[in-house]
């Protein structure tokens, strides 16, 4: 595997489920992101994590929750999840700051 | 105003044609510039990326950044049907993690 890998690459699921994103990263950048893709709006930072602590919180929903175990991995914890949180949620990572960003494939996720 | 702005087009273009594609921002601490390519049902692939003021060129891509006018520029020389896709600006501060995204501008190049 190389560069940043994600899954599912897609995902359905109603408001009252949990689930769960994947991010790897095959870089050996220090830093990772979450971030949100709607249609014709711009991405949208959700969270970012450097050397594994959480150093960025968007003002997201306390529905979604991130985890970063290490360095290389990086997840998206979903639960009771709105229609208006389908989109496409993008993986990315740097080394350092401001490093320029790999992103990886995405999830696109649809809520019923 | 949001600080960073960019036509979401679509631009057609023919073939061969140069096409630029541009930015303008508000917020003057930007120093780090990156272009952005996305295809449909993918996920942005890094094009370009540099600091501060000045132009850098990567083969049939060329990027610009005007800092005193607070605009930059993509330029693709010798345009291909297989550029056709959506063209993402982005912008950071030196030493924060945040970047901020353009909407991005959907590119078509007919054959």
């Known amino acids: 595997e190389t560069g940043v890998t994600q899954t599912p690459r897609h995902l359905v699921m109603g408001m009252t489920n949990k689930k769960s994103l994947k991010c790897e990263q095959h870089?050996?950048?220090?830093?990772m992101y979450w971030y949100k893709q709607s249609a014709k709006k711009p991405l949208e930072l959700m969270f970012v994590?450097?050397?594994?602590?959480?150093?960025e919180n968007n003002s997201v929903p306390s529905r979604f929750s991130p985890e970063c175990p290490n360095s290389s991995h990086l997840f998206l914890h979903l639960h009771t999840l709105q229609p208006e949180d389908s989109a496409l949620y993008l993986c990315?990572?740097?080394?350092?700051?401001?490093?320029?960003?790999?992103f990886g494939p995405g999830t696109r996720l649809l809520v019923l | 105003q949001k600080e960073v702005e960019q036509d979401p087009g679509p631009l057609s273009v023919p073939e061969g044609a140069i096409v630029s594609l541009n930015c303008t921002y508000s917020?003057?601490?930007?120093?780090?510039f990156m272009w952005y390519r996305q295809y449909s049902r993918k996920g942005p692939e890094l094009l370009m990326y540099?600091?501060?003021?000045g132009n850098k060129e990567d083969g049939r891509f060329t990027a610009q950044v005007d800092k005193s006018s607070k605009y930059i520029s993509l330029f693709i020389r010798d345009s291909q049907p297989s550029d056709s896709a959506t063209y993402l600006c982005?912008?950071?501060?030196?030493?924060?993690?945040?970047?901020?995204f353009g909407a991005g501008t959907r590119l078509f190049v007919k054959a």
């Open positions: 990315a990572s740097s080394q350092d700051s401001p490093g320029a960003q790999y």
């Open positions: 870089l050996g950048h220090n830093a």
């Open positions: 994590y450097s050397l594994e602590e959480r150093v």
């Open positions: 917020n003057s601490a930007f120093q780090y």
């Open positions: 540099t600091y501060s003021s």
């Open positions: 982005a912008m950071s501060t030196t030493g924060g993690f945040k970047t901020i």
